[in-house]
């Protein structure tokens, strides 16, 4: 995709406001005061929206909480007059998060300019040789060390074949850097645009589509959702096999759903139209992005709602209304399409049943 057409992508993105979690105190008269520093839960430079994120990580249980530094106000600083009792959160390490993965810096050349979305191209020195690699370069002003290393986390947890694989990081200094297969092709969007992409007949798509829905059905076993589930974020090799990449808006699941945080990014024509009245992601609600990404197939890299803003786009499916079949597309696949666009989300088929669908149409 050339960069105007991924400009134009990224205006499409939207923030969401979430109100602010509150915090409970409860006091202990018998406590012993330490310096805040010491304690597990105080957060020393975390912004109020990467305290938000961090209270939501699945593996807090209910009542977790944390203490930060404001940002905005600097009175009353001589310290917490009550003790919080509430189980505490566990402090983030790098070494945890990054064991088994982080590589020295001089191991890593860059070989290309920085690209849309802080990915450039590379190679990482392995085994006394080089291998061409992507190489996603934190943007030091626009990330926080804790979003990057929540990437890092999600990338280590997600191993398969048809998601582009982790081969290494660099977090002990900045900027930080997350190093990921080379895929030859680039981005399946940018490909089905190309005069080579506009010659695949259908069969071939619909192979595209299976081996995604191969991913996905791996990331739903493991309660993981994209939530970025579109052509663009698809990569492809020499070979034409499809991995599923960028997982910066990759997230664990609790309890069979992700809650949108303050200021989120969505890719608005890619999301269901449940995410805005709820808030929050599920499987559901990739499998939604999923019968978008193969209308962008068998459209050859089409937007979806071509000629609507975000606002047509809303006022269009709250209207019940759906993207007709184009041109080319066979009924039995706009009728997958047409089930993943099921307006009820517990009525539509998960990945592991799309799968079947589409080896059998």
């Known amino acids: 995709m050339d960069g105007t057409e991924e400009e134009k992508e990224r205006s499409e993105n939207v923030y969401l406001t979430k109100p602010e979690a509150s915090e409970e105190m409860m006091s202990d008269p018998n406590s012993q005061i330490r310096p805040l520093e010491e304690e597990r839960w105080f957060f020393n430079g975390m912004s109020a929206k990467e305290a938000e994120r961090a209270i939501l990580e699945a593996e807090n249980k209910e009542g977790s909480f944390l203490i930060r530094e404001s940002r905005s106000r600097k009175e009353n600083e001589d310290g917490l007059c009550q003790r919080l009792t509430s189980p505490s959160l566990r402090r983030t390490q790098n070494s945890s998060e990054t064991e088994g993965f982080e590589i020295p810096r001089k191991f890593i050349t860059l070989e290309s300019k920085l690209e849309v979305g802080h990915l450039a191209e590379g190679k990482m020195k392995l085994n006394d040789s080089f291998v061409r690699v992507s190489v996603k370069v934190q943007n030091v002003g626009q990330s926080s060390d804790n979003s990057f290393l929540r990437e890092v986390s999600v990338r280590k947890a997600l191993q398969h074949d048809r998601l582009v694989q982790l081969l290494g990081v660099v977090t002990q200094s900045q900027p930080m850097l997350i190093i990921s297969e080379f ?37 739903e076993e493991n309660c993981y959702v994209h939530r970025d589930l579109r052509s663009a974020n698809i990569l492809l090799s020499d070979t034409l096999e499809c991995k599923i990449g960028d997982f910066s808006f990759a997230q664990k699941l609790k309890d069979d759903r992700y809650i949108l945080l303050k200021n989120e990014k969505i890719a608005v024509k890619w999301t269901a139209p449940e995410v805005f009245k709820e808030e929050s992601h599920t499987a559901k609600s990739d499998v939604w992005s999923f019968g978008i990404f193969l209308m962008e197939l068998v459209t050859y890299g089409q937007s ?53 669908l589409l080896e059998n149409r």
């Open 183 to 219: 895929m030859t092709q680039g981005n399946l969007n940018g490909y089905l645009r190309s005069d080579l992409g506009r010659q695949l007949e259908l069969v071939l798509l619909i192979d595209f589509a299976i081996q995604v829905a191969d991913g996905m059905i791996y990331m």
């Open 304 to 356: 979806p709602y071509p000629g609507l803003n975000f606002a047509q786009t809303l006022d269009f499916l709250q209207n019940g209304l759906r993207m007709q079949c184009p041109v080319g597309c066979t009924e039995e696949l706009y009728a997958v399409m047409s089930m993943c666009w099921t307006e009820n989300p517990w009525s539509r088929p998960s990945f592991k049943q799309l799968r079947e």
